[in-house]
C-alpha cells in the first residue's frame, strides 16, 4: 500500500467515512496566506521542481541545515539538481516532522508520484516532476484551480495600489477570487525615520494633508476604504506581544508628535502607541465588518550574521513568551468593545503554552448581537503548530474552550502553489479526532450532524464568517 491514501493518518472507524465523505472533496477558502497576486496574475511556469518547492520555503531551509546541508545548497549558488539531492537526503531524516507528509502529499496530489524520495531516487523523482512542470496544468493558475481553491486572500501593505487583484478581478475563465488582506505593519513600525517616511507617503496616496493624529487616522480610513472597494475584508496584525495602555486622545496627540519629530519612543511609549492603534484600527475594522486577524508570538531574524547574509524570512525564527498575556489580551480586547469597536477576530498565538488563556478570553467577548456563530474565533495552529500534534492541541482546546462546530477551519499561510495539500492534512486530523470520539461512544453517530460539522469547518463556516 503506498503511504498516501484514503486512510493515511486516519485510524478511526468513522473518521475515515467523514474524511471520504464529506472533508476530502470540500472547496478551500484560503482566508490568510503570503502568495503574490502579482504571481497569479502573470501565471509564469516554473523553471523546475527546485523553484517550486524550495525557493522562499523556510521550513525546509532550517530541516536542511540541521542535517548538516551548507548554505550553499539552501539558499546560495549550488545548481537546482544539487539543492534537490540536498533536500531528498534531508526528507528520509525527517520522520515525525509534518515535512515529510506535506512532501509525499505534494508528490502524490499534483504529480502522482507516490514512492517516498529519498537519496536513492532523487533523480528519478526530480526528472518525472519537471518533465511535468512543463505541461500547462502545472502553471500558478492551474494549481490553484487543481487545488479546487475558491478564495486566495493574499497579504498586502496598507500602500499597496492592489493592482494585480483588480486585473485578477477581470480574468476570464479563472474562478478563483483574489482577494487582499489590510497589513499594516508600517503603522506600528519602531525605527522614527522610517515611520515619518510612511506617513509622508500615507498623506500622498490618500490625499489627506496629516497634520495631527486624528488626520493620521483618516488618511488610514481612506486606505481601508480603498482596500474595501477592491475586495478585502479581512485585516491581520504580527506583534510580538498583545499588550495594552489605556491612552486618551491627548496623550495620542502627543505619541504622534513625538513620533513625527522623528523622537525615539521608549519601549513603554510604544506599548502605548501601539494599544491606541490597535483600538483605532478595531474600529474602522468593525465599520466595515471585516476579520480582524492577529498572529501573535514570533521573535524574527534571531541569527543576525546570517540575517544580514541571506535577509528576512529564511528561517532565523523561534516562538516568544511574554509576561500577564492574560491580562493584556483581556484588556485590549475590553478597549475595543468600550469603544464599540470589536470587530470579529481571530486570534492565533505562536506559544502553544498559551491556548487555553487565549481561547478562554475569547470566551469572554463572544456575543450573538450580529448574527454571526463564534465573531471571536481561536485560529488554526500556527507555523510551528501546524503539526499534528499542534493542529490536535488547538482543535482540543478550542472544544473545551468554545464550539468546534463554528471553527472556521485551516489556512495555508505559505508562499507556496501546492501547499494547499495542507488543508487535507488538516482534514484527516480533524475527521480523525471527530470520528474517534464516535468510535468510543463519546458522541453519537449522526451522520446529519456530523457531516454538518465537517463540511462546515472545511469551508462554510468560512464562507459565512468573511461574507465575501
Not at 82 to 88: G, S
Not at 426 to 449: A, K, Q, S, T, Y
Amino acid at each position: 500500500m503506498t503511504l498516501i491514501n484514503d486512510d493515511f493518518m486516519i485510524n478511526s472507524k468513522a473518521g475515515k467515512i467523514l474524511y471520504t465523505r464529506y472533508a476530502k472533496k470540500q472547496p478551500i477558502l484560503d482566508y490568510h496566506c503570503h502568495l503574490e497576486a502579482r504571481d497569479i496574475f502573470e501565471n509564469k511556469p516554473f523553471r523546475d521542481i527546485t523553484q517550486l518547492w524550495l525557493e522562499g520555503d523556510h521550513y525546509k531551509w532550517r530541516a536542511m541545515r540541521a542535517n548538516g546541508i551548507q548554505e550553499k545548497y539552501i539558499t546560495g549558488n549550488a545548481s537546482a539538481e544539487e539543492k534537490f539531492e540536498a533536500w531528498a537526503k534531508t526528507i528520509e531524516s525527517s520522520f515525525g516532522n509534518p515535512l515529510y507528509h506535506w512532501t509525499h502529499l505534494e508528490l502524490a496530489t499534483y504529480f502522482d508520484i507516490h514512492t517516498p524520495l529519498n537519496r536513492n531516487n532523487w533523480r528519478e523523482v526530480m526528472n518525472e516532476c519537471n518533465n511535468k512542470l512543463k505541461n500547462s496544468d502545472f502553471s500558478p493558475r492551474a494549481l490553484i484551480s487543481r487545488s479546487n481553491v475558491e478564495i486566495i486572500c493574499t497579504t498586502d501593505k496598507p500602500l499597496d495600489d492592489l493592482k494585480y487583484h483588480q486585473r485578477l478581478k477581470n480574468e476570464k475563465g479563472f474562478a478563483t477570487r483574489v482577494l487582499p488582506t489590510f497589513r499594516p505593519d508600517e503603522l506600528f513600525e519602531t525605527d522614527p525615520i522610517r515611520f515619518s517616511q510612511f506617513v509622508t507617503q500615507l498623506a500622498e496616496i490618500s490625499s489627506v494633508n496629516i497634520t495631527h493624529f486624528s488626520s493620521f487616522i483618516a488618511a488610514i480610513a481612506a486606505r481601508i476604504d480603498f482596500f474595501h472597494e477592491v475586495g478585502c475584508r479581512i485585516s491581520d496584525h504580527g506583534p510580538v506581544e498583545v499588550s495594552y495602555q489605556r491612552v486618551s486622545d491627548e496623550q495620542a496627540e502627543a505619541l504622534f508628535a513625538a513620533r513625527m519629530a522623528q523622537q525615539t519612543l521608549s519601549a513603554e511609549g510604544m506599548q502605548a502607541w501601539n494599544s491606541i492603534i490597535f483600538v483605532k484600527l478595531a474600529a474602522l475594522y468593525k465599520q466595515k465588518e471585516w476579520a480582524m486577524q492577529i498572529h501573535f508570538g514570533a521573535i524574527r531574524n534571531n541569527n543576525m550574521p546570517q540575517y544580514h547574509a541571506i535577509g528576512i524570512n529564511s528561517g532565523f525564527d523561534s516562538i516568544a513568551d511574554q509576561q500577564n498575556l492574560a491580562a493584556n489580551l483581556n484588556a485590549l480586547l475590553n478597549a475595543m468593545a468600550e469603544n464599540n469597536g470589536l470587530p470579529k477576530t481571530i486570534l492565533y498565538n505562536l506559544n502553544a503554552g498559551y491556548n487555553d488563556i487565549v481561547a478562554s478570553a475569547l470566551a469572554n467577548f463572544q456575543s450573538g448581537e450580529e448574527g454571526i456563530k463564534s465573531p471571536m474565533q481561536f485560529g488554526s495552529g500556527w507555523w510551528f503548530n501546524d503539526t499534528q500534534r499542534g493542529m490536535n492541541n488547538q482543535l482540543m482546546t478550542l472544544a473545551d474552550q468554545g464550539l468546534l462546530a463554528n471553527f472556521i477551519g485551516m489556512l495555508t499561510d505559505s508562499r507556496s502553489f501546492v501547499s494547499y495539500t495542507r488543508h487535507d492534512y488538516f482534514r484527516r486530523i480533524l475527521c480523525n479526532l471527530i470520528g474517534g470520539w464516535v468510535d468510543r461512544g463519546e458522541v453519537p453517530e449522526d451522520m446529519d450532524i456530523l457531516s454538518s460539522m465537517i463540511k462546515g469547518i472545511c469551508a462554510d463556516n468560512a464562507r459565512s464568517y468573511f461574507n465575501f
